[in-house]
T-cell receptor
Framework: GAGVSQSPSNKVTEKGKDVELRCDPISGHTALYWYRQSLGQGLEFLIYFQGNSAPDKSGLPSDRFSAERTGGSVSTLTIQRTQQEDSAVYLC????????????FGPGTRLTVL | GQNIDQPTEMTATEGAIVQINCTYQTSGFNGLFWYQQHAGEAPTFLSYNVLDGLEEKGRFSSFLSRSKGYSYLLLKELQMKDSASYLCAVGTYKYIFGTGTRLKVLA
């Protein structure tokens, strides 16, 4: 079946604007994760969903970042009042159930804040 | 605390064998994962260890010692296309990733 998809693939925005990033997980996967990867850096955990609930939001860098998931499927990561340091690749992953399950990654959204 | 260490960079020759080490200290453990990430692409799953020992998958093998908090990824018969970053991740209820090891394979 289809893998994890993300849109847009690239987003260029001006400082101070809001952006929305979308993730469509693999069908039937209950767990969904958002990560951020800055140039040359490792993956930084942002938030984890189990179904529509987010048991762990500890990785969100500030209150400008929020995420939701509806219908146990699609998730949206919103960044308000973007800053230049928000520039990174935002990766979404899904797994069948929880953290011990293999996570499958989407292609990512490259965000550039000018 | 949670800590995962990998070498930053390694270089090897086409056809050779390379071992990428990963040591970890985490407050939970449900398995250790290795991912490959080519530049500009998403990570792709390579292997998973939950019990001590060696898991072999073609040219790639992964080893785990839970008592030592240690894993390695072994790549045999290196090919140019193996030039990539290799990410070690410990699964708790989420993944904790190391910063990755950038492998360069030279002709």
């Amino acid at each position: 079946g289809a893998g994890v998809s993300q849109s847009p693939s690239n987003k260029v925005t001006e400082k101070g604007k809001d952006v929305e990033l979308r993730c469509d997980p693999i069908s039937g996967h209950t767990a969904l994760y958002w990560y951020r990867q800055s140039l040359g850096q490792g993956l930084e955990f942002l938030i984890y969903f189990q179904g529509n609930s987010a048991p762990d939001k500890s990785g969100l860098p500030s209150d400008r970042f929020s995420a939701e998931r509806t219908g146990g499927s699609v998730s949206t990561l919103t960044i308000q009042r973007t800053q230049q340091e928000d520039s990174a690749v935002y990766l979404c992953a899904s797994s069948e159930d929880r953290g011990q399950d293999t996570q499958y990654f989407g292609p990512g959204t490259r965000l550039t804040v000018l | 605390g949670q800590n995962i260490d990998q070498p930053t960079e390694m270089t090897a020759t086409e056809g050779a064998i390379v071992q990428i080490n990963c040591t970890y200290q985490t407050s939970g453990f449900n398995g250790l994962f290795w991912y490959q990430q080519h530049a500009g692409e998403a990570p792709t799953f390579l292997s998973y260890n939950v019990l001590d020992g060696l898991e072999e998958k073609g040219r790639f093998s992964s080893f785990l010692s839970r008592s030592k908090g240690y894993s390695y990824l072994l790549l045999k018969e290196l090919q140019m296309k193996d030039s990539a970053s290799y990410l070690c991740a410990v699964g708790t209820y989420k993944y904790i990733f190391g910063t990755g090891t950038r492998l360069k394979v030279l002709a």
